[in-house]
DNA sequence: GCAAATTAATGATTTATTCAAG
DNA sequence: CTTGAATAAATCATTAATTTGC
């Protein structure tokens, strides 16, 4: 009876609103530290792991994504349909619309990141880029702050050798220990995220199809 | 060929991501004339008349309300579930799953709204009440995503080597356990861990033995 | 109302691609 | 051209939500 322990992880409703609104924030692909920090953090809320905070953001930018791939396929296809029937000259859109930029659109006001991470997208997608074709932005702005807070102040080309020595010290210190001081004690800290919810929205998923291709995953 | 002539709206992604900040912004049920104001705005984007935007924040606050619903109960299942029946030996699942009473949370902060659209009545819907639990405050968000870019002139493209450090398969390995860092100390007021690392040079990857390749892993 | 059966979400893995050093 | 590193896409699998027949 025992049960089942739950194969995997159940965000509570707290670490969820805060993913949400890091992601929100412009997080996309946290860096190894900020996995580490995000988890601790979040370990106050209810039991979580650093693969966890990576797995959610992995997958839900996958699926944001994919969500966006599909409406714009929706509003192209319709758009293609249903040209002829506009009156007004609206649509200046479809051209634009693509890759870059849109015209110079209304103002809009912005949005401040939780203080806590500022990452911003680095975003690598071309999907990215032309989502935030529109107006919306993103920059790269408080990360060279960060950065050298962080690295103490140097800032060279990040190049993968540079990298690596992080990274490789990094790894040796997760790896031998692994620690995980359930919540770390009282936590106050973390000023993040106002409360609201919901960056989610409806998409279809599903995909499924059933191959067993050759891989054998056995697992467990 | 056939085509769905327009029969109905079909927002571009620009009016979605419009309407999805208001909403996440704190704008629920518009008045008259936001409602125009916004219709306004978004017709720069594409064919959009008030009803649509009418239609549109009942419908999207019905749905973000089933989805806190859900998120509620399924949380609560959870909880209830687990917490019963646990005598066992080690799932720390159990012990640090205490969710939710949201003990002395983190503070939220405000943020500001849009600018056009002044009178919004930002009700604190009764769900945000709900979902945050503990000390529930409604954020008004503002929108804009637009508005960060400009300010740093950046270096260089953030490119992968940039960014990266778990890989999955990294982060496998080191599976559990990691997370959380070396210090899980003071997490004093303020910074915590504001300072970090972003996606510029900030620790590194690699791995040095990675292992690769190989598929095989079996089992966790 | 309840619980098996079905469907939708979404956490976790695996496979493909991409980029840039050798 | 080959290979290592990292990410994105696809897929698998489990859990929550719905639906359905009693």
Chains 1, 2 share one sequence.
Not at 24 to 39: D, E, F, L, N
Request: with cysteine; charged share 20%.
């Amino acid at each position: 009876m025992p049960q089942a322990p739950s194969t995997r992880w159940c965000p509570t409703p707290e670490q969820l609103m805060i993913l949400e609104e890091m992601y929100r924030s412009g997080v996309r692909t946290p860096t190894a530290s900020q996995i580490q920090q995000i988890t601790a953090h979040l370990s106050y809320y209810g039991r979580i792991e650093g693969k966890n905070v990576f797995y959610w953001f992995q997958n839900h930018k996958a699926r944001d994504r994919q969500k966006l791939r599909r409406r714009l396929s929706r509003h192209h296809h319709h758009l293609l349909f249903s040209c002829s029937s506009h009156p007004h000259s609206f649509h200046r859109f479809e051209e634009t619309f693509h890759p870059s930029p849109l015209p110079p659109p209304p103002p809009f006001h912005h949005q401040t990141l939780p203080h806590f991470l500022h990452q911003l997208p680095v975003n690598s997608s071309p999907l990215c880029h032309c989502f935030s074709g529109g107006g919306s932005q993103v920059a790269n702005q408080g990360l060279d702050l960060l950065c050298k807070l962080e690295t103490g102040g140097r800032e060279e080309t990040p190049t993968r050798a540079n990298n690596m020595e992080y990274g490789y010290e990094w790894m040796v210190k997760m790896d031998g220990s692994s620690v995980v001081p359930l919540r770390c004690q009282p936590l106050k800290t973390l000023d993040l995220f106002p409360t609201k919810s919901t960056g989610l929205k409806d998409e279809g998923s599903t995909s499924k199809s059933s191959s067993c291709s050759t891989s054998t995953n056995l697992s467990p």
